[in-house]
C-alpha cells in the first residue's frame, strides 16, 4: 500500500443493529486512498452492503466517517453524498426515469447546477462509461449491460471522489463482463467494489477486505488474500 | 414486452409536435373545459371542435386510424357506463318501453352529448401524446409549477410498469412451469397469493429506489429546472386555440347581438 497519498474515505469502528435488533456490523474500520480500487469480499450477509448504504449516509449506525477530509454530521450529508457515487446492484433501481438523459442529469440538477452545465456533464459521463448516443432512449429497454454503465454514468456525473458499486460484474454475460472490467480501470477517482467475482479482484483491484458475519475478517493485498485456496475456503469467497 | 407502442409517433416532425408541450397541455386544458361545460343540444361548438381537431390532427402527420383506433374504445366504454341515460324520467318520450320505462328525447340528447364530449376529449389527449415524449409532458408539468412529487409518481408509474408487467409474466411462467392446474378455487389463492408477492417487491423496490435518489442528492423541496421562454408560435397557438374555442361557444350569443 502507498502511504504517501491522501487518504479519501475513512471509517471508524462502524457498528449497526436492524431495527429487529439483529447486528449487521461489528466495530468496521476501513481506509481508502486516492485512486485505489478496494474489493470488499465476503459471503451472503456478510453485511456487505449494509456497509455501503452506510458510506452513503443512507443508514446511520455509529461510528465516524470522514470523505474528502470533511466527516459526517447532519450539515455535511448532502456533501459526503454528492462525494461517495453509489451504484446499486440493480439498476432498474438506479434508473428510475422515463430517458437515459433524465437519469444521469438527475442528480447534477439536485446539486442545483444551471442547465448548460447539466447538459455537459450527462454528455462527458455518457461518454465516459461508452454510451454517447443513448441520451433519448429509456432505461427499460437498454440491455443489462447498458443499464449497468448508466447506472455509473448516472453518479459520474455528481463528480464524486469514490465510487461505491455493489456488484458491478453481476448478471453480465463474458463480453460485458470485460467491457466493465475496462470501464472500471478507465474510472477516475478511488472505488470500493462489492464482489464475488474473483476474476474482477485481480484484474481491478489492488487490495480486498473480507468480511464475514458484520465483522472484517481480514485485510490484505490481492494476491496475498487470492492466494490460498484453503483459506477462500473459509471465508467463504470460494 | 415492450410498451414503445405508446411513443410510436412521437418522432414525427410537424407544426403540432414543435409547440412547447406547457402550449399544449394547457391548450388541450382549455379545450376541454369548455367542450365538456357545452350544454347538451349545443352542437356547433361540438362539430367545430372536431373540425379544429381533425385539422391539427392532419398538421400532425400521425395517422388518423391510429387516433381513431386509440379514442373511439374510450367513447365506446363510455357509451355503456351511460346507457341509462336515454332513460330518463321527463321530457318528450320518443319511445315507451313499459308504462313506466321510456326514451326521452332530452335523455337522448344528454347520452349523444356525453358520448360526443367523451370522444373530443379522449380524442385531444392522444392527440397531445402521441405528438409529445413522455419525457417532455413530465418536463412540461415540472415547468408548469405541477408539485414535483406528482410529477415523480406519473414518471415512476411510466418507468416502473414494464418492470412489474415483466416480473409478473416471469411468476406466470414459472408458476405454469410447475404444472399449475386444479378448480379455480385454489387458482384465485394462488393469483391472491402472486398478487400479494408482487406488491411486495414493488414495495422493497420502492424503497431502494428512494435510497437511489437521496444517494444521488434528491430534495423534494427543490426546483432545480430553469424556466425556457416560449417562442412566438408558442404564444400564437396558446392563445388563438382558446379564442376559436371560446368564439363557437359564444357563436349564437354574438350572432344575437347583432
Known amino acids: ?34 485512486g485505489e480500487r478496494l474489493a470488499l469480499m465476503g459471503p451472503n450477509g456478510a453485511g456487505k452492503s449494509t456497509l455501503l448504504l452506510h458510506l452513503n449516509a443512507l443508514l446511520d449506525g455509529d461510528g465516524k466517517l470522514e470523505v474528502g477530509g470533511i466527516a459526517l454530521s447532519k450539515a455535511t450529508v448532502r456533501t459526503i453524498r454528492q462525494k461517495v457515487g453509489l451504484v446499486f446492484q440493480n439498476p432498474d433501481d438506479q434508473l428510475f426515469c422515463p430517458t ?24 462527458g459521463s455518457l461518454q465516459a462509461v461508452g454510451l454517447d448516443g443513448f441520451e433519448r432512449r429509456n432505461p427499460a ?26 456488484e458491478p460484474t453481476g448478471n453480465l454475460d463474458a463480453r460485458g463482463r470485460r467491457g466493465l472490467l475496462d470501464l472500471l480501470l478507465r474510472l477516475e477517482g478511488a472505488q470500493i467494489i462489492v464482489t464475488h467475482d474473483l476474476e474482477l479482484v485481480r484484474a481491478v483491484c489492488s487490495r480486498v477486505l473480507v468480511m464475514g458475519a458484520g465483522r472484517i475478517v481480514t485485510e490484505g493485498a490481492v494476491p496475498d488474500i487470492l492466494a490460498d485456496p484453503a483459506k477462500l475456503e473459509v471465508w467463504g469467497l470460494a | 414486452m415492450n410498451l414503445d407502442f405508446l411513443d410510436r409517433y412521437v418522432g414525427l416532425d410537424s407544426p403540432v409536435h414543435h409547440l412547447d408541450a406547457r402550449v399544449k397541455i394547457l391548450v388541450v386544458l382549455m379545450c376541454l373545459s369548455l367542450w365538456v361545460t357545452t350544454p347538451p343540444g349545443r352542437w356547433i361548438p361540438l362539430g367545430f371542435a372536431l373540425l379544429l381537431l381533425a385539422a391539427a390532427a392532419i398538421l400532425s402527420r400521425v395517422p388518423l386510424r391510429y387516433l381513431l383506433a386509440r379514442s373511439l374504445p374510450v367513447a365506446g366504454f363510455v357509451a355503456l357506463m351511460a ?32 358520448i360526443s364530449k367523451a370522444f373530443l376529449s379522449v380524442a385531444a389527449v392522444v392527440l397531445l401524446s402521441s405528438t409529445t415524449s413522455f419525457a417532455g409532458i413530465l418536463q412540461a408539468m415540472e415547468r408548469l409549477r405541477v408539485p414535483r412529487t406528482l410529477v415523480l409518481i406519473v414518471s415512476f408509474a411510466y418507468r416502473y410498469l414494464f418492470v412489474i408487467v415483466e416480473e409478473a409474466l416471469r411468476m406466470k411462467r414459472a408458476r405454469d412451469a410447475r404444472l399449475f392446474g386444479g378448480r379455480w378455487l385454489w387458482h384465485s389463492t394462488v393469483i391472491g397469493r402472486m398478487i400479494g408477492t408482487l406488491f ?6 420502492a424503497e431502494r429506489v428512494y435510497q437511489a435518489m437521496i444517494a444521488r442528492g434528491y430534495d423534494p423541496g427543490i426546483r432545480p429546472r430553469q424556466a425556457q421562454p416560449l417562442s412566438a408560435g408558442d404564444l400564437a ?11 363557437s361557444r359564444l357563436l349564437p350569443w354574438l350572432a344575437g347581438c347583432r
Open chain 2, 83 to 114: 346507457v341509462l341515460a336515454p332513460f330518463r324520467p321527463g321530457g318528450e318520450v320518443l319511445v315507451r318501453l313499459t308504462p313506466a320505462v321510456a326514451v326521452s328525447k332530452e335523455g337522448t340528447r344528454l347520452y349523444a352529448a356525453v
Open chain 1, 141 to 166: 429497454h437498454l440491455s443489462i449491460g447498458e443499464k449497468k454503465r448508466a447506472a455509473i454514468a448516472t453518479v459520474h456525473a455528481m463528480r464524486p471522489l469514490v465510487f461505491v458499486l455493489d
Open chain 2, 200 to 205: 411486495l417487491h414493488s414495495y422493497e423496490r
Open chain 2, 237 to 247: 397557438a396558446l392563445v388563438a386555440v382558446p379564442v376559436v374555442v371560446l368564439g
Open chain 1, 100 to 123: 437515459v438523459f433524465e437519469d444521469v442529469a438527475f442528480g447534477p440538477r439536485n446539486i442545483g447546477l444551471p442547465d448548460i452545465e447539466v447538459e455537459r456533464r450527462v454528455r
Open chain 1, 1 to 34: 500500500m502507498n502511504t504517501d497519498s491522501r487518504v479519501v474515505l475513512s471509517l471508524c469502528r462502524l457498528s449497526y443493529c436492524y431495527p429487529d435488533g439483529t447486528a449487521a456490523l461489528k466495530e468496521v474500520s476501513l481506509v481508502l486512498r486516492e
